[in-house]
């Protein structure tokens, strides 16, 4: 499912250049560019706590693990249930990432 209220063609844009990194460390340079350390920090912060509450953690442990907010982490496990499922999509492909080939 997609959303339609951030669909359009900038954003388009600023994912289809996402989606040309290839290492870390070019990661680093364009994120860097891109936002200020703050937004960058909160976004690490709500996957971090997205991905504690998929591993059924509790939220005085995400608390005292992340330093997010109650407010935030109700806010990533509202999108974990109801949103477009990027979280789980993101947390499948790293598992699989982690695999050795067969």
Request: proline share 3%.
């Amino acid at each position: 499912m997609m959303n339609s209220k951030i669909k359009d063609p900038s954003v388009d844009f600023l994912f289809d250049a996402i989606l040309t990194l290839k290492t870390r460390k070019e990661c680093y340079a364009f994120f860097e560019d891109l936002c200020t350390v703050p937004e960058l920090k909160a976004m690490s912060q709500r996957f971090l706590v997205a991905h504690m509450l998929s591993t059924k953690k509790v939220y005085s442990d995400i608390v005292t693990e992340t330093g997010a907010s109650t407010a935030t982490i109700s806010r990533v496990n509202r999108s974990l249930h109801y949103g477009c499922d990027g979280y789980s999509l993101a947390f499948k492909r790293l598992e699989e990432a982690k695999k050795p080939e067969k």
